[in-house]
């Protein structure tokens, strides 16, 4: 059996030989392995030191201040821990969110929770390119909203929200803004000063670092308060006790410098190829960019194919990793939520593939799932007729 050619880098990057190198040296006795709390001893100094040195890379690339980055288990954990971590600090101010419905689930899912716990959500509908306008998000605020959340790039369709003028709205309503940014990492610039950031999730996994690590970038001026959700030894001033994994942090660190060092080159790059991908089905018929492309990453493209059915589709196509919407939804046969929200008929949604592209991508991988879709895709046709 061949190895599928993989093109679901959306749900995961494979972690870059580099950063994998330099994990692999923080692990064992030889290693820098040590609890970066401890105090007493030079091999707790080196752990801590590492720790910090990754804390600036991240910090970096975001234009942050190391302080202001508080390590969790990923993006998941850092969406919690800004949305209920905020709301609750601060429900003497206001019980008012304001997100959208196409957000990750990891933000829908805990909107849903405060929701239960007494807060108000209002959920906004994204146009038909899968995003929410400033226009928008101004008739939603309230005098008592006090967090806007919303995602940098969306994880099915690819589509970039303007960041910078949905924090300009939020903040002219009093509130902070929150953004999602676990897609962006390497493929926009996410410079929190700029774009008026106040709370920013991150992952490692899917910018070419480990899975079981993220970031909350928390800013500091004004000084913004959480309420913690894990209690413990009181690391990351307060705000996520547990023992720092200095193995992953440093994974992370160095994905994330990696990722401002070549970020732009290797976009260039997943350019050409998600054109090559698009020019090799020109010809065939049927085909719905559910990406709006001249908006979106270039690293991710959402097709829908008339006439066929996702998930035989997803059978014939076997010798292609990749995945029907959102990777976490792939038990169920419900459409994506997301490709509902923008419009799109249950037969097209249920009809609909997620290309998603990355570092290690090659001309071949597009030229071999090309032949695979188009075999496919014909084979599927012909029996439904
Ligand atoms: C993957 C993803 C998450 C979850 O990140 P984890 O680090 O796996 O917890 C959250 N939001 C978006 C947009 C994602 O793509």
Redesign the pocket.
């Known amino acids: 059996m061949t190895t599928p050619v993989y093109l679901d880098y959306?749900a995961t990057t494979p972690v870059d030989p580099r950063v994998a190198e330099l994990m692999s040296r923080h692990l064992t006795l030889d290693g820098i392995f040590a609890n970066p709390a401890s105090r007493s001893h030079m091999l707790g100094w080196q752990a801590e030191q590492a720790v910090e040195n990754a804390r600036r890379q991240v910090a970096d690339l975001i234009g942050a201040d190391p302080r202001e980055i508080v390590w969790t288990s990923?993006?998941?954990?850092a969406?919690n821990l800004a949305l209920i971590g905020y709301l609750r600090a601060n429900r003497h101010r206001g019980r008012h969110l304001v997100t959208s419905v196409v957000e990750?689930k990891?933000v829908v899912d805990t909107a849903h929770a405060l929701e239960s716990e007494g807060f108000e959500v209002t959920w906004l509908p994204p146009g038909r390119d899968g995003r929410v306008t400033p226009e928008q998000l101004r008739e939603a605020m309230r005098e008592d909203t006090v967090l806007v959340s919303l995602?940098a790039v969306n994880?099915e369709l690819g589509v970039i929200h303007d960041l910078a003028a949905l924090a300009e709205v939020a903040h002219a309503g009093g509130a902070l803004f929150h953004v999602?940014a676990?897609?962006a990492v390497g493929r926009l610039d996410l410079n929190v000063g700029r774009l008026g950031i106040d709370l920013m999730s991150l992952?490692g996994?899917?910018a070419y670092g480990p899975k079981g690590i993220?970031a909350l970038y928390v800013r500091r001026d004004p000084d913004i308060r959480l309420e913690a959700l894990i209690h413990g030894g009181g690391h990351e001033r307060g705000m996520r006790s547990g023992t720092l994994a200095t193995h992953q942090i440093v994974g992370m660190g160095e994905a994330f410098a990696l990722a401002g060092a070549e970020g732009e080159d290797d976009q260039a790059r997943i350019t050409a190829l998600r054109d090559r991908l698009l020019a090799g089905l020109a010809d065939l018929d049927g085909i719905h960019r559910n990406t709006a492309v001249e908006v979106a990453v270039p690293n991710i493209l959402n097709l829908a194919f008339e006439g066929v059915d996702g998930e035989s589709l997803l059978m014939a196509l076997r010798d292609v990793a990749l995945s029907t919407g959102s990777a976490c939804n792939s038990a169920s046969v419900e459409p994506s939520y997301v490709l509902k929200a923008i419009g799109l008929p249950r037969a097209l949604a249920l009809a609909s593939l997620r290309f998603s592209f990355g570092r290690f991508t090659t001309e071949a991988d597009i030229d071999t799932a090309l032949s695979a879709l188009r075999h496919a895709l014909t084979g599927l046709r012909r029996q439904a007729i």
Do not use: C, I, L
């Open positions: 959306a990923g993006a998941t954990e969406d990750h990891a995602m994880n999602d676990a897609q992952s996994h899917k993220g």
